[in-house]
Structure formats: C-alpha cells, structure tokens
C-alpha cells in the first residue's frame, strides 16, 4: 500500500512543480519581500491589535463648549501626558475630531493648500444635549455625539442610528514625543529594512485610531489597491492577513487581488447600511495601515498611522451623495476636464519616432477610428531629462504637434519629478543652484537613482519650487513644445529605484524640515499640482482672457488630487483578472472623491488576445479616463492590429464612447459642482438593495446606464443583476428588459457587452462617429428618453467650450430636461451659487429616441411647440450600428438646444 | 407618343439635374440618385424614402446611402472628385468636421479650404520623380548584382575543368618548395642549436633548483583535489561547518559584494526593462548604437563588392603583407617562395571551394543570381531591446545586450517569389520547438534591414529592403503614371485656363 500513496506523492509534487512554472510569470511578478508588513514595521506591529484605548480619559474639569467646538484635555494617565481634543461641527454636513500634543510640540500637520478653504470657518453650533460627570452629549443637525470620559470614547449617530464608535474596542493610542531612553525598546529611534536604516531622529510618534461602524457590514474607499470594492477582512487568509496599506509607493507588476496598497493613497473610507451611509477621512499624509474585521453585525476598523496628528472628518449627511458633497467641501470637486481628454487616448512606450507618430496617427484616420491624445512616454526625452527631445528621433518636434492638431487633436509627453543630476542639463542645473531639491538626512540634495540613473528631486512641497516648476511649461521655456501638448506625471510616489521599498528614505528632509516621513503620500499631489499650475500658466499666457485648462495624468495621489486632473491605475497586465479589477478600483475611486481615473486599456505588460483586446475596450469606454497603453517591450497593438472583424468590433466601441461625451460631460460637471462620481456602484443608485452593497462585477455610469463588463475569455453568456425599483432598455436594441434581483443569464456575442438605459433618464447623445471631439462641436445631439413605470424621465445636458475657463464666468449652456404628462421640456437648468449659464450654441436635437412609451392603435405624433405635428417613426435605437427598427423615434425635429420648447407626444 | 416621349425628356433632365448636385454622389453610383419617381431606394436593404430626404442632413438608410454628402450617417461615403489630383472616397463622418480632406476641399463648407489638388498633384508628382529616380538607382544597382555575379560564375566555370589538375600540379609546387625550404631550415637551425647548447648548459643548474620548487607545489595541489574529490563523494562531509567554511573561504577570495546604490538601481529599472543598462545609459551611447545598423559582412565575397576591380574571393590573410620575408638571404628568399606556392595553392582550394558551392551546389541564389550579392553578407537591425543579424544562406540571430546571441533560424531558402527569406530550424524554445525566423523583402535603394518582431511566441520577422527585388516592369508602370499625371495636369491647367472649372 505504500508504493501507491509514495507514487501519489510524487505525482503531486510534479502537478506542482508544474503548475509552478505554469503561472511563474504571474507568480515571480509581485516581489512580495520587497515591501515592508505590518510585522516588519516597528509603528505598526507596536499597534497593531494592542489595547491600550484604557489609558485615555477626558479630564471632565477641561471640558470648554463654544458654540460649534469643544475642547477638552485627553490625559494618558500611565505616561503623566496630556493631550488636546478638538470636536467641532461644520455646517457643510461633518464633525471634526482632532487630537494633537500640545502647542508647541510641532507635531506634522497637512498643509492647508492640500484641501481647499472656506469650510473651516462654516460651523453649526453644538446643542449640549446633556452632561454628567462622565459624559456629556451634543447634537448638530441630525447628528447626535456622545463623548464619554472614562475611558474616552467616543460615539456618533445620525437620524438616530448608530454611526460610528471611537476607541470602543479600546484600540485608541497616541505616541506623544518623547527623550531617548536607553530602555526604550527596539525600532523606537531606528529602525533598518533590507540595508536601508531609517534613522527616525523624533523617535515614536504613531496614532491608533479604533474606529467601529455598528451594523455596518460593508465598508469601502482607502484607495489604492487591487482587491474587491467591499473591503474584505483583514483577519482572513494570506493575503488578507495584513492590514490596508497606504503609502504611495511604485510596485513592480501589481497583483489582481491583494491587500497591498498602490501608487496613491485617500484616507477616506465609507461604511453603508440599508438607511445610512457615514464616512470618514483622516487627513494625514503618513504611512498607515488599516485593519478591517466584521465582527457580529459590525464593521470594525484599527487605523494605525506613524506620524502627524489625529484629524478625523465625520461625514454625517447620511448618504453616500451628502457624504461625498461634505467631502468635496473639504478636499474640493473634480476639476472640469478639457473636453478633448475625454475621448481616447493612444499611448505607448513608446512612440518611436517622429514617422511612428505620423503612422499611428493617420492609423486611426484610415480605419475610421475616433481619438483625441497621441502620448510619449520617457525614451522621447534626451536621456531622460524631461522637457527635452532626443533629436534623433524627434528632430522637429513642434510641426509634428502642429500636425497632429491641424486634424483636432493633441498630444502628451511625460514629464518625472527625477531630475538627472548633469550639470549641463538645465532643469538640474537652475534647481540646484537654487536648492530645490529634497534633502537627505544630512542636509545635502538627496542622490537616488531612476530612470536617468543618479537623479535629484524636486522639492514640490515647498510652494517656491512649485511656482519655480509652473514657470518650466510656458513655450519659451519648454522647448520644442506647443499649446496642443499637454503632461504626463509618472513615477510621482515617489519611485526611487534603489531607494527603500522603491521610494524615497523617510529621514529625508523637505522644506520647512519636515521629516519625508510626515509627508509621504503628498508628493504626488504637490507634482502633479504644480505641473498642473505650469499649464495653467501657460494657458493664461496663450489665451488671456479665458485661458486653459490643464491636463495633467498622475500616477500617485492624495485626497484633493481630483482638483488637479486625473490618475490611473498604472502598471496593471494583460490578463483577465485584470480587466476585472479594474470596475472595483475605479469604483473606489469615484466613492473617495476621484471619480478621473481610468485603468490601461489592454493591460500593460505583457500581450492580450483579440478577444481580451476587444472586451477591455468595450469596458474601457465607460472608464472616465479612456487609455490604450502597452509596456515597451509588448507587441504592437494598436486598435488595428487584431484582424478585421476586430477593428470592426474596437471601433465600434471607441465610437460608442464618443457617443456618449455629451452624457459623460455633463456627468463630469456634476462631479465638478458636486463631487458626485462618474461611475458608481450599484448600491450607490439603490442603497436600500442589500443584495447589491457588494457587486462590483457591473457598474454604473451616472444614473442612467448601467454596464456588465464581459471579463472571462471564450464567454457567451454573463449573469446580470438588473435592480428592482426601476425599469431597464437594452441599450443597443432598446428592448424592455424586467428587473431581476437575482442575476439572471445574458447571451453574449464579441460585438458588445450588455449595457442598458435605466427607465426614468434622458440621455444626450452625439451620434456622428467623428474623428476627435474637436470634430463633433457642430454637431447635434440626440437624446434618449428611457422612461419609468410612471411613464416619466429626465436628465440634463451640459456644455461649454470645452477648452477655456470662460465657463466659471457663466459661458456655458446647460439645460434640463424632463418628459411628464406626455410633454417633453427643455428648460435652463439652476444650480444655486453658480453664475446662470449664458452660452448659445446654434445646434439642434436632430432625434429624439422614446422607450417605453406604452403600445399606441396608430402610433404617435409629436406636437412640436404647439405648431407643427410630426409623426413618430420606427427606428433604431442608436444611429451608430445597423440594428432592427423598434425604437419609437422623432425624426429631425431640430430642436434648438440652447432655448426653451415643448414637444407633446400625442396618439395619432 | 410625343407627349410622352417629352415626358421622358423632361425625366432625364431632372435626373441630370439632381445627380449633377447631388453633393459627395459618386458617379458610379449615379444612377440611384435619380430622383425617378420622387423616391429613393436604399442601395442596399430596400427601404425606400422620399427623394428629398436623400442628403437632408438625417440618416434613414442603414447602409448610409441617402446621405454622401452629409455626416449624418456613420457608415457613408462622401466622394471626392479632386480634378488634378485623384479622386477619393471619404468616410462620410470627415465631412463637415472642420478638417480639409479632399484636396479641392469639397467636404468642408465653401471657402473653409481652398483647392490644394494641383499642389497635391505637384507633390505627388515630384515624389514619382524622385521615386523613378530611386528606381533607376536600385536597377542599376541590381544589374551589378547580376553581372558580378555573371562574370563570377564564368570565371569559376573557366577554372572549373582543370581545377583538379592545377591544385595536384600546384601541391607539387609546394612541396618542392617546402623541401627546399627545410634543407635551408634545416642548416640555419642546426647552427642556432649550437649556440644554444651552450647557453643552456649555463642555464640548466638554476632550472633544476625552480624545478624542485615546481614539484612540491604539484604534491600539494594533488593532495587539495584528492580531499575535494572526498568530499563530493561523501556529501555530509561538505555540509555543516566545513561548507560553511568553504563559503567564507569562497567569499575572502571575492568578498561578498554588498549592492551599491547604483546598483540596486540598475536592479530595480531592469525589473521593467530588462535591460541592466536601462536607467543611466547617456543619450550619446543610444545615438551610437543607432548608427550601427545596417549590412556587415562576416565574409569575403561582399565585402569585395565594394572595391570595384578587384578578384572577389581573395582572403585577405593570403596577402597578408607582414608574412613575406624581406632580408633577401637565401633563407628568406626560399621561405618566400614557399609561401607564396601555399599561397597558390589556397587560391586554387577556395577556388574548388566556389566551385562546388556556386556551380555545383543547390543553393538558390534567385534569378539571374541576383541574391548572390548576398553571399557571406550579413544584415542587422537594434531594436529597444533585441537585434536581429541575418546572415543570407548561413543563419540568423537574436541579441540582447552584450549577451551571447540566440540562433532564431538556419539559412532555409526563399519563398516562390523572393520576397521572403527563411531560416528555419533555430534554438529550441520552451513548448514552441526550434524557432524560425523570416525576412520580408521589398525593392529599395538599398540593402537595409528594419523593424524585428515576434509575432508569434518564437516566430520572428523582419524587413529588409534591397535593390535586387526591384523590377524594370515596376519602373515603366511607375514611368507610367507619371507620364499620364503630367497629361492629366496639362488638360486641367487648360480648363482653368479657358474658365471651366
């Protein structure tokens, strides 16, 4: 009996061997032991499940109420430290709890332009509910707080239902500074990993914060990594055993569903419940980790953070929309893009030359494919000193622009925070001599290496080195650039080679001496925003009067980075799990207020298929930032590269996409004016639908389209769940489709995947598959008009001229428009505190698309402003693929989009 | 009768009539835009609509036809007529974008673009020029390629029928000058061992004390291997303390080398490059690099194509000046002769050599043996990461950096038309078998290979243009076109001149 079950041994240990080398280009791609774990790392494993919440308690005789604030001193009782607490309520929908050491101790605090300003001072008074010598109980709107003393804790609700618990686990902890001690344990004043030696000159500084959302059981947000849109638990199996982590770094080959935390980081995490939606930011730029466990019917949360102070914002609004407005009063709204990096982007490292460019461009003339970017990565450059040109290969860089503009378009070249150190280069040379650059711990400019080898880095958090750095894009001084080239930021965490976990040293020193250690996860935004400043200035240069906006792509960022422009997720793989990822973390994005993102169409290490090609485009085209971009050493793949009947499908789907601008850029100016996402989870649109608080398998754009991604190989069919409570219209054939809680099968071809209208919504479409959006601004629009079991819709369109600022002054249009009583309006849409808009365009509605409208003996007529009488016809759904005539659709009624009508819709 | 044949007129006129402003109607498609009947037909599907919907700015048909003059639909066709150019048919969504396409400017609203046909037509004409001009170049090129080749082969078949005999004739030769040789060698030696004789005598007392020195050093390392030779065959002995201890030994002869910062850098980049060199290299080096590639030769044959008159196959070592003796003694002279029947006699074996290969053997060199240019050529191209070096009728490699090259294929032969060149049966690759290797060949001015891909996993292509594959038939349809573009321009120029355009 041995030599059978010896036999079967063997035979596993080939299956795994084998299996081992089968999946070693996924397995060997992550390199696990190069970044830190929470037990590797002294402030966290010294936190990390310690209770310790005891030794705080409010000293009562402390307490100070003022109208909106409340003071109190928190002692640690065993240490014979004080502490100082700060709740304050805000009128924009929070409560602020801040703890901080004394004055005086100078602990780190994120610098005011990190958010914006004008909330600090809008405060709703506390009413003191009830006191008594271990609690005293306030309340501000439908928010309720209780503070207790003894141990401090701290308890929030909002229309009466539990929101938030702090230190109920007993979990609290604040390191106050302290002198050297020769009994201080090990990693308290050094601490060394992988022969990088932190040398960590204020010794221990780390806060726990202990965080319980009672009967919450999905939270969501801390972006960024790749893992589910519902944050599993942290307690689970590897690699869920280990904390969230945020701290920016740049992680070599990225896996699909790890813990592990990204390129950028957004303190702001959200909890949901059927009835209440809570969140919550820590505003501190420090490295932390956050564990997640969900004990009983309870979300439970320890947030650990290694430096700085305790600023905790509690967003009591109660819904995820109020949450995300609060929020946007703090860290700002997303900046309206420039209409043209809304279309699609073609990247790649790298465009070769300047006949590479030529070609790629006049590909997607010639193939009838729309786009808007043509991008360069970093071999562009002479040697990787940013702003210059390898004049091999890009000898005339500006006619090149020129040429690619003359058709609408734009272009993009990447721009590092690195700086290679060579004296002849100016950019480094100006820098050094004026001290720009971050310091290492012996005060010298820091030395790491990147892609031009020995580099320097631009001190970004000092405002002098930002206007410095916004000088370095007006056309003078970038040469070979044009008003049609805009900027990429990678390698922005920042990515130091051989720096500790590819990132710079914390010991490091920034302006004003602060510790890089403080001030991590703000490089990025601080790049980003100051490139962002210097096309800015630019604009303002080139157009006076209405300047430009700026389009600048970052990789790394912070809570305030949609004020700047865009991310994406960086270097994810061609491969399906990756596609799939892709919804989830975008989806986190847009519910912690940086809706602008988009994932690499494609994947970008390694070579897709056809069929993976094709599907990530047909998701591609509903991420808000739509990228093509693919490592250098991959097959070429642009959109034609695949075959005919691929093409056919890719540009079908590109097409779609400009379909939709209208509908997506009037989404971004709700985001814009309201820090609403773009894309939203499912939950978002229907928070009482407990069965959906966890699908991050399909999504929706706005409220009006909900999309399943097709996101395995050789499907030909996926379940879809389409919620109850609403009507929904396939959206390419417009068929009624009756609401399913449980997900039900859906037949699935290479052509598309399945998209439908939610009934209720009016849609703006353009439906001229131009060849940049440039192209479409004459054109006119259609709208759709899906309507609910009320036989109702309504929706809005939104325009500008897509480029300048001229729109914060009133150059706009946007209009309202609503289907009631059989009657279709157009109407100026108001937004309270805005200038009203006063933009005429001279364009039509050249087709108006009913679904839904309930079956008619002899059809429909359309009664336009009272006067002319025209009947519906049958038609397609969309203009844009050859499909069966059964939409109800009124023909060219030219409807002028900029003023007031009605059109009544009567049976004939 | 005449009522009705009036009728019929009348019909034809407004059918002229509407087709004639029928904006972006191409012609050939004139005749369902008649208007006959006050409808339109679909051109494909059916559907019928009436006729003043045909170019309304709105989509009816599903195949686009009812709008190709306007962009409402997104699969019509907008037809350029271009007069002094070539006509074009334009994706109708480019029409009225803001953007000229059609060089007489006819997609865009009147007056936005102005007619660029007849520069179009100039710089067209002009890139034919100089194209012919090429041409002509490349054919002249290839028709050395052939005559070399020719004179070649015909200089081989001259030789061919004595060949056997003039090498037997020729190793005589060497031998009696090789023996001439060694008796004069044989004297001179036989004098220099006398005065070494004595020398050494001298020398022999310190060489036995080095020697004994010698030996000792031999016993001990004879002992070190036999205990290393131990050790392998008892494992445990070299685990534990002792393999420790080897390690440390190891590691004093090199100590352990701790990364530098620069290195960890270079590490870290070449995770996303693959490239050790990626992060750092100065700009200067690339441009360097960039300049290499081109056409090499690893052998004689091509590499004398280029010294016009002169005997293509010599070796240069044949020649090699520094072999000739030059002290004019009689050893010196004896020892030139015989260098110089070897001399001769190399020539006559490379000859049979040739001989074999290009008269007798079957390799293809094209027709007119036009490919023999090729012989022992070699042609490479960098790319970002890899170059590619193809040596025609031997092998071709792939390289990475300084690394040893990879052989994707061995020398197969060319495709039916010559525009492909196989090498086959190259290193093996994991799962895939021997990788394999093509080269797409189109005329060019000259020999230059480019691109190198791998389409496939193992499968590697790229191009090379050369003059060879150029053709006369080519260069008159070429010749062709020009002629009847400078006719076409002719007849234009005098329509604008009498007004009639």
Known sequence: ?908 | MGALFALVLVGLALAQGHAATIRGMNPDLASHYTGAGGTFACITGGKKIPFERVNDDYCDCADGSDEPGTSACHNGVFYCRNLGHEPRLLASPFVDDGICDCCDGADEAKGKCGNRCLEAGAVHREALKAKIAQYEQALFTKAGYITKAANFKQELQLKAGTIAEDIAKQTEVVAKAKAELDVLEKAESDRIAAEEAKRAADAQAAEAALQAQADAAEAAKAAAEKAAADAAANPELATGADAHQERKLGEEAKPEHEETPEERGRRIASQWTHDPEAAGVPASNVEGEEGEDGEHHHGDYAQDQHHDGEEWHDDDHLDDPLSTDTTGTPLGEARNRAHQAQHDLDRLKKDEENIALFLRGNLNFGPDDMFLAFHDSCFTSHQTRWTYEACFFHKATQREGHQAPVTVGRWYGFSEDYKVAHFTGGDECWNVGPRSFSVQMSCGMENRMSDGEEPATCRYQAKLTTPALCTEAELDGLKEELHKLEEFEKEVREKIAKDEL
Request: some cysteine; proline content about 6%; hydrophobic content about 40%.
């Open chain 1, 1 to 908: 009996m041995a030599a059978p079950g010896a036999k079967t041994r063997v035979q596993a240990i080939l299956l795994l061997a084998l299996s081992l080398v089968l999946s070693s280009h996924v397995v060997s791609a992550f390199k696990d032991n190069e970044f830190k774990k929470c037990a590797q790392t002294s402030f966290c494993s010294r936190n990390r499940g310690v209770q310790q919440g005891q030794n705080f308690e409010i000293v009562p005789a402390s307490l100070v109420l003022n109208t909106a604030t409340l003071t109190a001193t928190l002692s640690n009782k065993p240490a014979s430290k004080t502490l100082q607490l700060t709740l304050t309520s805000h009128a924009d929908g929070f409560v602020r709890f801040m703890v901080d050491e004394l004055p005086g101790v100078g602990r780190y605090q994120v610098p005011g332009d990190v958010l914006v300003s004008g909330w600090e001072t809008k405060k709703a008074a506390f009413k003191e509910e009830s006191r008594s010598a271990n609690q005293i109980v306030l309340s501000s709107g439908d928010a309720r707080v209780e503070l207790n003393f003894q141990p401090f804790t701290l308890a929030i609700s909002v229309k009466g239902q539990p929101a938030l618990q702090i230190n109920s686990r007993n979990l609290f902890n604040f390191e106050h500074r302290r002198t050297k001690q020769d009994s201080d344990p090990a990693g308290y004043w050094e601490e060394t990993w992988m022969s990088h030696t932190d040398s960590k000159p204020k010794g221990p500084e780390a806060m726990s914060l202990d965080l319980v959302f009672p009967g919450f059981q999905n939270v969501y947000g801390i972006p960024e990594r790749a893992t589910s849109l519902s944050l599993r638990p942290t307690n689970g199996a590897a690699p869920y055993g280990e904390p969230y982590r945020l701290y920016n770094l740049d992680v070599f080959e990225y896996l699909d569903d790890h813990p592990f935390g990204l390129y950028g980081s957004i303190p702001v995490m959200m909890a949901h419940k059927k009835g209440l939606t809570v969140g919550v930011f820590w505003n501190n730029a420090a490295e932390m980790f956050v564990d997640v466990v969900k004990p009983g019917r309870d979300t439970a949360v320890q947030w650990i953070t290694e430096s700085g102070i305790v600023d905790l914002f509690v967003f009591v609004g109660g819904s995820a929309p109020a949450v995300l407005a609060s929020y946007a009063k703090v860290a700002g709204t997303t900046a309206l893009p420039q209409l043209f990096s809304l279309g699609y982007h073609q990247c790649r490292w790298n465009y070769k030359d300047e006949a590479d460019v030529k070609a790629v461009d006049g590909g997607f003339d010639e193939h009838a494919i729309p786009y808007d970017v043509l991008w360069l990565d970093i071999e562009h450059t002479n040697g990787k000193r940013y702003l210059t040109w390898d004049s091999s290969v890009f000898p005339n860089p500006i006619p090149m622009q020129e040429d690619v503009a003359s058709r609408g378009r734009e272009m993009v070249t990447i721009v590092d925070p690195h700086v290679k150190r060579d004296h002849a280069y100016y950019v480094f040379s100006e820098a050094e001599k004026a001290g720009h650059f971050v310091k290492n711990k012996y005060n010298n400019d820091f030395d790491g290496w990147c892609w031009p080898g020995q580099s320097s880095y631009l001190d970004v958090t000092s405002p002098a080195v930002r206007s410095w750095w916004a000088e370095q894009f007006t056309l003078d001084k970038y040469q070979g650039s044009t008003k049609h080239l805009y900027i990429w930021n990678d390698m922005n965490e920042p990515s130091v080679f051989n720096g500790p976990e590819i990132t710079m040293q914390k010991d490091n020193i920034h302006f004003g001496g602060v510790e890089h250690r403080d001030n991590h996860n703000l490089y990025g935004i601080y790049y980003h925003m100051a490139t962002a400043e210097g096309l800015k200035l630019r604009g303002s240069i080139v157009n006076p009067e209405s300047g430009d906006r700026p389009f600048v792509l970052s990789r790394a960022f912070f809570s305030g980075t949609q004020r700047v422009g865009p991310i994406w997720t960086g270097d994810n793989a061609a491969q399906w799990s990756h596609l799939k990822v892709s919804v989830p973390m975008l989806l986190t994005l847009g519910l912690t207020g940086l809706p602008y993102s988009g994932a690499d169409v494609g994947g970008f290490f390694g070579n897709p298929d056809a069929e993976l090609m094709t599907r990530w485009y047909q998701v591609g085209i509903f991420y808000p930032f739509f990228r093509g971009h693919a490592h250098l050493e991959t097959q070429r793949r642009e959109p034609w590269l695949f075959g005919p009947e691929t093409t056919a499908r890719i540009r079908t789907a590109i097409r779609g996409r400009y379909a939709m601008l209208p509908y997506i850029y009037t989404l971004f100016r709700a985001a814009n004016t309201s820090g609403l996402p773009i894309l939203r989870p499912l939950w978002y649109e229907f928070p009482e639908a407990e069965e959906l608080f966890a699908v991050d398998e399909e999504f929706m754009l706005g409220s009006a389209m909900l999309v399943k991604p097709v996101s395995a190989a050789g499907a030909s069919s996926v379940d879809v769940t389409l919620p109850q409570g609403a009507r929904w219209y396939d959206a390419l054939t417009g068929a009624m489709v009756p609401p399913r809680t449980k997900s039900h099968r859906v037949q699935v071809t290479l052509d598309g995947i399945p998209v439908y209208y939610r009934g209720g919504n009016i849609v703006p479409r353009r439906e001229r598959p131009r060849r940049s959006t440039a192209a479409q601004a004459n054109d006119p629009y259609t709208l759709v008009v899906a309507l609910d079991d009320k036989g109702e819709a309504a929706g809005s369109l939104y325009a500008d001229d897509g480029r300048t600022f001229a729109f914060t002054r009133g150059d706009y249009l946007h209009r309202d428009f609503t289907f009631k009583g059989m009657k279709l309006t157009s109407t100026a849409h108001q937004e309270p505190g805005l200038p009203a808009g006063t933009l005429t365009l001279p364009l039509t509605v050249e087709r108006v698309v009913f679904l839904g409208l309930p079956p008619a003996r002899r059809g429909y007529k359309a009664v336009i402003g009272g006067k002319h009488t025209v009947p519906l016809e049958a038609g397609p759904l969309s203009m844009l693929a050859a499909q069966a005539e059964n939409a109800l659709v009124l023909r060219k009624p030219d409807l002028p989009v900029s003023h007031d009508w009605t059109v009544e819709i009567v049976a004939a």
